[in-house]
């Protein structure tokens, strides 16, 4: 049986700057795009707030989409991903990834 392995390719734009990476799935593209912005941006980083202390919290479940996707709300700006991929013909999903920019 022949296995195809699909490969996502994502560009993420933040401000002026652009990055792109690919993954076996969009999540994991959008991740990796997210660490590669955060490791690279010459962009400002925010002040470390002082850890609340909750009996719940879980801080190693934060994934770089997830601080990404913060770091551009606090900036006012959104966190845009695009697939780079081409579509098939009869696919249509929206992937219009804004993270938690239009929430409240």
């Known amino acids: 049986m022949l296995q195809i392995n699909q490969m996502f390719s994502v560009q993420l734009s933040l401000g002026e ?5 690919e993954g076996s799935s969009i ?4 991740q990796a795009v997210a660490n590669k912005a955060l490791t690279e ?8 707030k002082p850890p609340k202390s909750n009996v719940n919290s879980n801080p190693g479940s934060i994934t ?3 601080e990404l ?4 709300m ?3 700006e ?3 991903y695009r697939p780079l991929d081409p579509k098939p013909f009869n696919y249509r999903a929206n992937y219009n990834f804004r993270g938690m920019y239009n929430q409240s």
């Open 17 to 21: 700057q652009t990055w792109e990476s």
């Open 27 to 30: 999540k994991k593209a959008q």
């Open 41 to 48: 941006s010459t962009l400002p980083k925010p002040v470390q």
């Open 64 to 66: 770089p989409t997830v």
């Open 69 to 72: 996707n913060g770091l551009a």
């Open 74 to 76: 606090k900036r006012g």
């Open 78 to 80: 959104p966190a845009i």
